[in-house]
């Protein structure tokens, strides 16, 4: 199958709707795909990333889980942000799981060289 | 040029599936050829058979029905968002022992490689959300 | 008449500022679902009189993980207060 | 205290649904009345027989079927939200000869005014958007 | 019948999404069952009142047709936010329809006086 | 590769901000549905680089009765057009 990079960007938090699960479920498929995947925090999506989530209490499922998945499923680096993770006082000591992040320079050049780029 | 688009809003709720018809329309009449619709998320609401409108409004969903039939241009709802907001075709309508088939004739139920696909087959992928 | 106010979108909207334009001395405002992200850093909620008692719903925080990261001034409140409160303001204004 | 519920949210799509009847089991189990619950706009869905979700997760249209019916509390959906978004009782689905029934037994389709009267006989209307 | 004052609050633009249509047929059925409404526009709400809109252009119906039905109907003032207008840089002039411009404290107020306060 | 920017929701959103860090020199931005009023003061889009065109569908100007109103930068385009730009450009990301 032909190979092409495709850039997922995840701009909503967790829980308040469905978008981040949307946009994992998308990249995780890409991956099984053998695609050539990035996946980067943005905005609000950051939020995912807060550590100690435990969403059963609102009958859901803690995301943490799902984002774990990306590795196994073969997309090396979570990407996040700069600019998102400081709007919100967050750094990477904050987070559940180790990301890469870009400055706005990296997230530009991450945009220009990707063949699709999905943001829902 | 190849384009697939991918639908991710409720017709009845947001502008955007409008926009994704008016957009296809526009494609096909220029003699663009369109491999792929994907409706994700609220998006499989746009392949809803039950759907019924006031006479002076238009039932989109009809409306991408016959579009994509008259054009034979493939169109998918993704599975799992399908199922949660009850779009079943006849099989998962029998399997889930369902009082009803809510899923137009022109669109197949199929997984979220039906994205990727479309995404590596195309030239072009137009996200409406 | 008095009001709770909930706010149930995350302060990247800023909504809250439409929000506090109705906001009477004496009213509440509870915050839940995408809305406990103002209860955080580095949303001060200054702008909010001291005559306002603040409130977020519990089982939204556990779910972010920022039950241990709030503001002084949030009151964590599970459901069952969240239907007090209801009954305590005269009525409840939602801004979403 | 007599409530009432205005739920304007899809279930597959933002929390408020889900919050909604968090809300509505908090009450009752207070000794509270339930005057009712009036699902209006995308929140019709909430009211849809049709939907499935894998067997890990809740359904939360079947979560409300349960709990109006254990606690004898009226649910209404708008009429013209539910029309739309292809929620329809059995008379609804043979008058447009539909393929299917798509309405939970504990809901009715209705119109406004029941929003209306929601309003003026509860001593709070708590709305979900 | 017993009387209520319910105020409705429209804060979302025209056409983007459904939500200024349910706003204005709620508002509607309550002028029908002659309660004592008020309509407020607020934030996005008020490009709901631009001059010279036609919807028939994206297939839509023109909002500003409903919200004339609202005097019909005995909602006798559109009241608007004049926070909202400014922020916009729109003025009375632009309007498509007369409406009574509220400051902070009257906009204040409306919602304290009101029994029940509907924002969809 | 060069990318032509959809943006569907209204400037209240602030998603512009978090769109111009994507945008490169010589992309383009469209802006449909809601994100016309983006096109019309006291939006003053001061912020995008002259390096990058700027457009709006018409039929969205027409619905919410801007098309009078516009800033000289932008160009009004219909669907046609809107078809051409996504095959001008590399690729369409879409903001909303």
């Known amino acids: ?120 | ?129 | 008449m008095s009001a709770l106010h909930t706010i149930s979108v995350s302060p990247t909207n800023g909504l809250i500022n439409s929000c506090l334009r109705l906001v009477c001395p004496g009213d509440g405002i509870l915050f839940i679902q995408d809305g406990v992200y103002h209860c955080c850093p580095p949303c001060l909620l200054d702008s909010v009189s001291q005559d306002n008692a603040l409130f977020a719903l519990r089982e939204d925080l556990l779910a972010r993980g920022l039950l241990c990261k709030i503001s002084e001034r949030i009151t964590p409140v599970g459901f069952g207060r969240f239907v007090e409160l209801t009954i305590d303001y005269d009525k409840v204004i939602s801004w979403s």
């Open chain 2, 1 to 129: 040029m190849k384009f697939s688009l991918l639908v991710s809003t409720s017709p009845a709720s947001s502008q955007g599936a409008m926009t994704a018809y008016q957009f296809a329309r526009a494609a096909v009449s220029q003699g663009h050829e369109i491999y792929r619709v994907f409706f994700y998320g609220d998006g499989v609401l746009n392949a809803n058979a039950l759907s019924t409108v006031p006479q002076d409004e238009i039932n989109l969903p009809r409306a991408w029905d016959e579009f994509l039939t008259n054009h034979n241009i493939e169109s998918v709802a993704c599975v799992s968002s399908a199922l949660i907001r009850g779009i079943l075709d006849s099989d998962e309508s029998a399997r889930h022992k369902m009082t009803g088939v809510s899923l137009l004739e022109s669109t197949q139920i199929a997984g979220l490689g039906q994205l990727v696909d479309a995404s590596i087959q195309s030239e072009r992928l137009i996200s409406f959300a």
């Open chain 1, 1 to 120: 199958m032909q190979q092409k990079s495709l850039t997922f960007i995840t701009r909503q938090a967790p829980y308040g709707s469905n978008k981040a699960k949307l946009v994992i479920d998308a990249a995780l498929a890409a991956a099984v795909f053998e695609q050539q995947v990035n996946f980067l925090f943005m905005d609000d999506g950051v939020f995912q990333l807060v550590q100690n989530q435990t969403a059963e209490s609102i009958s859901s499922k803690t995301i943490g889980r799902a984002l774990e998945t990306l590795e196994l499923y073969g997309i090396e680096q979570a990407l996040v942000d700069s600019v998102s993770l400081e709007e919100r006082a967050l750094s990477a000591e904050d987070l559940a799981i180790p990301v890469k992040i870009l400055n706005v320079e990296q997230v530009r050049q991450l945009a220009a060289r990707s063949d699709v780029v999905i943001n829902l």
